[in-house]
Nanobody, 114 residues
Framework: VQLQASGGGLVQAGGSLRLSCAAP????????LRWYRQTPGKEREWVAT???????NYADSVKGRFSISRNRAKTMVYLQMNSLEPDDTADYYC?????????WGLGTQVTVSS
């Protein structure tokens, strides 16, 4: 199963983007849905987590600006990004952690211009 993130693009500082990740219903035993981001030369950085029970956590750097959510059918995971800053520029990846394995998606590039 290959996850696919989409919705990235070029936006001015202060703007918004919504990232989407298709999460097939065939994935079972889900423990957490997560978003990460990575810039060249840096380690992958955790951004947000949502558990099946709805518990949510955010990295301090995005708290109050980003929002993780899931559709009712539980087939899509979203990351709403508001008040974007140049430091948010990165490739964004979705991740699904299950009791069996971790699933990663192909990244989507977000570029925030100042």
């Amino acid at each position: 199963v290959q996850l696919q993130a989409s919705g990235g693009g070029l936006v001015q500082a202060g703007g918004s983007l919504r990232l989407s990740c298709a999460a097939p219903g065939s994935i079972i035993g889900i423990k957490a849905l997560r978003w990460y981001r990575q810039t060249p030369g840096k380690e992958r950085e955790w951004v947000a987590t949502m558990t099946p029970s709805g518990h949510i956590n955010y990295a301090d750097s995005v708290k109050g600006r980003f929002s993780i959510s899931r559709n009712r059918a539980k087939t899509m995971v979203y990351l709403q990004m508001n008040s974007l800053e140049p430091d948010d520029t990165a490739d964004y990846y979705c991740n699904i952690g299950t009791v069996y394995k971790e699933y990663w998606g192909l990244g989507t590039q977000v570029t925030v211009s100042s």
